[in-house]
């Protein structure tokens, strides 16, 4: 890092049973042209080998069980002390400058508190193209989704109560809380993301779920995460 980039970032991988993916997440922070000053994975209590490879590739690992993944992302938060944090999900791959532009963007802008990098799905289906321009638009809005890679300042979110401690829906929340603070940045340097919960499930499934549970947000706040939680996982 440079004197006149002097920003701390630390990056947190909130996790449960990422084996299969969390590597190829960890090798692209790895590569990063600036990287992180400290990378975290939150693991919810894994059954398979993900703790042994998120520290076989440098990470400090905190076990945070029974609190979904924004309980695991706000423990983790806690312990920090570096200015800027970022929310990676665990099957994200970074572009090897991402975390540069990120530093950048908040060094020359010291009023943003924060945003996303944006995303692109891992398939060459023309119906993620159009999920990914519709997400592109909601995210200039300020209204952010994390598998977009969400980032924020330290300090300012705890202005507003610091990151959201809940079961889910806590990217949500986090959008709401960096729009009250002032305009988040959309950098366009998109991760790129797997589509697997849409394999799996089914496209309009996954999509009318995500939908209520918005719904289901807006209507009763925190109130609802946990019962939103459940079926989630379900």
């Known amino acids: 890092m440079t004197q006149a980039d002097p920003l701390r970032l630390a990056v947190v991988v909130p996790t449960l049973n990422e084996a299969a993916h969390l590597p190829a997440t960890l090798r692209s922070l790895a590569g990063q042209s600036a990287p992180a000053a400290r990378l975290v994975v939150a693991d919810g209590g894994s059954a398979d080998r993900t703790v042994e490879l998120a520290r076989k590739y440098g990470a400090n690992v905190l076990v945070v069980s029974g609190r979904g993944r924004g309980g695991q992302v706000a423990a983790a938060v806690a312990q920090l002390d570096e200015e800027v944090v970022l929310i990676a999900h665990a099957d994200m791959v970074f572009s090897p400058g991402a975390l540069e532009r990120i530093r ?88 790129t993301v797997s589509p697997r919960r849409f394999e799996h499930r089914g496209m309009a499934r996954v999509m009318w779920a995500n939908w209520r549970f918005r719904r289901a947000y807006r209507r009763d706040g925190a109130a609802a995460c946990r019962a939103i939680y459940e079926r989630y996982y379900s």
């Open 104 to 191: 950048h963007h908040l060094a020359a802008n010291p009023d943003c508190p924060g945003g996303c990098l944006g995303h692109r799905f891992d398939s060459a289906a023309r119906v993620y193209r159009m999920m990914e321009w519709f997400d592109r638009r909601r995210a200039l809005r300020g209204d952010s989704y994390g598998d977009q890679a969400q980032f924020f300042r330290r300090d300012r979110i705890g202005e507003v109560g610091g990151f959201p401690d809940l079961p889910l829906m806590e990217d949500v929340e986090l959008a709401r809380r960096l729009r009250r603070l002032g305009r988040p940045a959309y950098l366009n340097v998109p991760v």
